[in-house]
């Protein structure tokens, strides 16, 4: 079955990097995009990036310039560093999937998802 699984989260200051992965398996991730988005507490999931099955990339604009998306077909993983990190990027991260070769927009679009990992910023 489809599986996603992220990993990478943690504790780090301001100004700092961290470098998520996503594990794919039951698919053959060389079709399909991956989104990643996040969540913080009381507010709604967002979309943070995505990339397609053709290496396009997307990213919200409280991102850009910071957060780079990368994907290794061969090792069914996507990436998503994240630099520069500010306190209002601290959110559960999530992978998912629409197994849809291009990116979709909303959340509700996408049909599976990992378990997500938690990002903290903070001093």
């Known amino acids: 079955q489809v599986q996603l699984v992220e990993s990478g989260g943690g504790l780090v200051q301001p100004g700092g990097s961290l470098r998520l992965s996503c594990a794919a398996s039951g698919f053959t991730l060389d079709y399909y995009a991956i989104g990643w988005f996040r969540q913080a507490p009381g507010k709604e999931r967002e979309g943070v990036s995505c990339?397609?099955?053709?290496?396009?990339?997307y990213y919200a604009d409280s991102v850009k310039g910071r957060f780079t998306v990368n994907r290794d077909n061969a090792k069914s993983m996507v990436d998503l560093q994240m630099n520069s990190l500010k306190p209002e990027d601290t959110a559960v991260y999530y992978c998912?999937?629409?197994?849809?070769?291009?990116?979709?927009?909303?959340?509700?679009?996408?049909?599976?998802w990992g378990q997500g990992t938690q990002v903290t910023v903070s001093s």
């Open positions: 998912a999937t629409a197994l849809r070769a291009g990116c979709p927009r909303l959340p509700g679009e996408y049909s599976y």
């Open positions: 990339i397609s099955r053709f290496g396009s990339t």
